[in-house]
């Protein structure tokens, strides 16, 4: 298996072997407090959520982040990687038992809610960070390979602590057990980071850089910096625009997914079936993601990057339509696993393209960036669905929209990324078709052509 081979390969390097079991053991923990949230809010008996309470959970958990992601990215391009790694994940075992602390008291109104807050934007930073510090510990003809092996396994891992946090609230019926163990593995991560350099993830500086404090000061300036940074590399600018319409889309697809199983498949008499059947959907999301980590590397040697994120912008225009049209639990779990399939392969395709195309100087803002696009996307498919979803989450006119908008983000897509200057674009590290060079083999020789 060609996934195994890859991470095999990966797992020669010591450095990498280091930040990729931080990166498996923090998001074996997100899966744990993932559960206890859901668990808490979603599937309580005393509460039945429509699609304004989702949209609320949404916005409470990411939006606010999205205010304070370019600061996160001044931080990231300032100070150690391994030190934010450590910090974070420390920092996000501390917060968990506060959140813990408020459900004991019974408590789900405005401190829970900014407990989560805080926590879930901790989290958005430590993966800015472990993406920012990825070039580090692997060579850069080997970040497609390692752009699939190390966030489709974080997902893995993601979905495995789910199932661990599944399985002890059903076994201990306690959602305070689930958010102790999310504190013990979330300590062990912070642990596991101090395994690397205090220098091993950058960033590269070269003494030039203002304080941090100075930095900050200088928000906005620096925003425009990196913004002019980014435009003079068009591929990446377009593939941030990418995930921005995938994440939007794909949204609303989860959205509507909680309310079918939360109110359409089953009664308020079912909850706990509900539970069970909406987990059952979730990992089939997750093994179309696992998927699509073994594809995609073999795909973009066999095509452009680009053209591979229109395809797979094609193909989830298709599915969305069928088989998830059908609103049965058969037709999710196959739709879940082909739109999973989906977004991961452009997850990796666009990762690649951004660590790429960006000075390392820049790409703690960018991967900051990055997030905040992610989470608006979210937030803003979230606050529709709540006005156009009903609460049984059943809407032809709502998939047909989605079916619609995927469709138009791969047209204009292929489109804006065929064009443009080939010197740009070369000058920017990456050949005429957007790829970073020596990626894969067969480089088609109209690429340039096309950007001329």
């Known amino acids: 298996m060609r996934f195994v081979r890859d991470l095999v390969t990966l797992l020669r ?27 808490y809010v979603l599937f309580s008996p005393e509460r039945a959520p429509d699609a304004g309470a989702i949209a609320g959970l949404f916005a409470v958990a990411l939006l606010p982040y999205s205010v304070l992601g370019p600061f996160t990215g001044v931080l990231l391009d300032r100070w150690s990687r391994r030190q934010i790694l450590f910090g974070a994940n420390l920092t996000r075992a501390g917060l968990v038992i506060v959140v813990g602390v408020i459900v004991a008291a019974g408590n789900a109104g405005v401190p829970f809610y900014l407990a989560v807050l805080l926590t879930l934007g901790v989290n958005r930073f430590l993966l800015s960070g472990l993406s920012a510090g990825l070039p580090h510990v692997v060579d850069r003809d080997e970040l497609v390979m390692a752009n699939a092996v190390t966030p489709t396994s974080g997902t893995a891992s993601f979905l495995v602590g789910g199932g661990v946090g599944a399985g002890v609230k059903l076994l201990v019926d306690s959602d305070l057990a689930v958010l102790a163990l999310t504190v013990v593995v979330y300590t062990a991560a912070a642990l596991l980071a101090l395994r690397l350099r205090r220098d091993q993830l950058g960033p590269d500086l070269n003494g ?7 930095a900050i000061r200088t928000i906005a300036n620096g925003l425009i910096d990196g913004g002019r940074h980014l435009k003079q590399r068009k591929q990446p600018a377009l593939g941030l625009a990418a995930i921005g319409s995938l994440r939007f889309f794909f949204g609303l697809v989860t959205v509507a997914m909680i309310l079918l199983y939360r109110n359409y498949f089953y009664g308020p008499d079912s909850l706990d079936e509900a539970f069970g059947a909406l987990a059952i959907a979730t990992g089939a999301v997750g093994a179309g993601l696992f998927l699509a980590a073994l594809v995609t590397p073999w795909a973009t040697r066999v095509m452009t990057l680009r053209q591979w994120i229109t395809l797979l912008f094609v193909a989830a225009a298709v599915v969305t339509a069928m088989p998830l049209g059908l609103y049965t639990q058969p037709a999710m779990i196959v739709g879940g696993f082909l ?9 990796i395709s666009v990762d690649t393209l951004v660590q790429t195309g960006v000075d390392d100087v820049y790409r703690g803002r960018v991967f900051s960036l990055y997030d905040m696009i992610f989470n608006v996307g979210q937030v803003s498919a979230a606050a529709l669905g ?18 619609v908008g995927f469709a138009l983000t791969a047209l204009v897509y292929a489109r804006l990324s065929a064009g443009g200057s080939g010197a740009a674009q070369r000058g920017d590290g990456l050949d005429g078709g957007g790829l970073p ?8 020789a109209d690429e340039r052509t096309q950007q001329g």
Do not use: M, N
Request: proline share 4%.
């Open 13 to 39: 390097r010591w450095d990498f072997r280091r930040l990729f079991a931080v990166r498996l053991t923090s998001q074996f923990g997100d899966g744990v407090f993932q559960v206890a949230l859901a668990s």
């Open 208 to 214: 030039d850089e203002p304080g941090v404090l100075e």
């Open 339 to 347: 739109t999973g399939f989906c977004a991961q392969g452009v997850k």
């Open 386 to 403: 709540a006005v156009i979803l009903p609460d049984s989450g059943k809407s032809y006119p709502v998939l047909a929209f989605i079916v």
């Open 437 to 444: 060079r020596g990626v894969r083999a067969g480089d088609q």
